[in-house]
């Protein structure tokens, strides 16, 4: 019984120092624009840009006082990208469904999946974003 309890042990302890695979990703953050302004609130979707070559993960990160960063470890691959930014005022407000009130914390849209092609470096990096008005 104890022999099998520490071969279960060292089997998950095994396991522990894989490597992932996959393509190396690289932490990317920057600061959001809109009209000469920092974007309050939004969302970010990285996506390798395939019709240009470049395939593997895509990334995402939220836009919170015009700055952004990518989770460690989950940045993009670099390469040419389809970058796809939402962003909002981030002034909640109250709507009202049926007899129910919902708060809607991050803002009214500012504008929706803005569509931009970016060249990103293979390496971690700055990269502002300007949405075009």
């Known amino acids: 019984m104890v022999a099998a309890a520490c071969l279960v042990a060292l089997l998950a302890l095994a396991g522990c120092g894989r490597k992932a695979t996959g393509p190396p990703r690289f932490d990317l953050s920057g600061k959001v624009t ?3 302004k920092p974007v309050p609130r939004g969302f970010i979707v990285f996506n390798p840009d395939v019709a240009a070559g470049n395939k593997g993960p895509g990334a995402q990160a939220d836009i919170r006082d015009g700055q952004y960063q990518t989770a ?8 040419p990208h389809i970058v796809n930014i939402s962003g909002t005022d981030g002034v909640a407000y109250e709507v009202v469904i ?6 809607i ?4 849209p500012l ?16 990269q502002d974003l300007v949405v075009p008005k």
Request: charged letters at 20%; proline letters at 8%; aromatic letters at 6%.
């Open 72 to 79: 460690p470890g989950q940045g993009t691959i670099g390469g």
């Open 34 to 36: 809109y009209g000469g």
């Open 111 to 126: 504008f929706q999946n803005v569509q931009l092609k970016i060249d990103i470096p293979k390496q971690t990096a700055v």
């Open 98 to 103: 049926g007899s129910r009130r919902e708060e």
């Open 105 to 108: 914390p991050v803002g009214k």
